[in-house]
């Protein structure tokens, strides 16, 4: 009865080390936390929303498309460097480069996009 008890506090030991591990305070198996880029796409010249604008971060297969709002959001990044390139229909492609992002930190930005006159 004595070596089952110690074989079972062993294994319950063992096991609740592994659950309470931490590394810097953070959980070992928590997942590096995700970082945001939203944004809004617009007339250059009248400011007015642009609806259905492809955003797209180059080097991954991530796209999305601007609401009626001209508004957008990519989730779940990892911390680091992003170029975007923004489609619109009779308007000039448009490349914002090093857009960082770090942690849960959120990166807002507006694109100003222009009328291609070709």
């Known amino acids: 009865?004595?070596?089952?008890?110690?074989?079972?506090?062993?294994?319950?030991?063992?096991?609740?080390?592994?659950?309470?591990?931490?590394?810097?305070?953070?959980?070992?198996?928590t997942p590096a936390p995700s970082a945001i880029i939203s944004g809004t796409i617009v007339d250059h010249e009248t400011g007015e929303a642009l609806a259905g604008a492809a955003i797209t971060i180059e080097g991954t297969d991530s796209k999305t498309y601007s609401d009626l709002e001209g508004k957008f959001n990519f989730n779940g990044l990892k911390q680091g460097t992003?170029?975007?390139k923004v489609d619109y229909?009779?308007?000039?492609?448009?490349t914002l480069k090093n857009i960082s992002v770090n942690g849960k930190e959120k990166s807002s930005i507006e694109i100003a996009m222009s009328i291609n006159e070709n």
């Open 1 to 29: 009865m004595k070596k089952i008890f110690a074989i079972v506090l062993v294994f319950t030991l063992a096991l609740s080390t592994n659950i309470f591990a931490t590394n810097d305070g953070e959980p070992v198996n």
């Open 82 to 84: 992003y170029t975007l």
């Open 89 to 94: 229909i009779s308007y000039k492609e448009t």
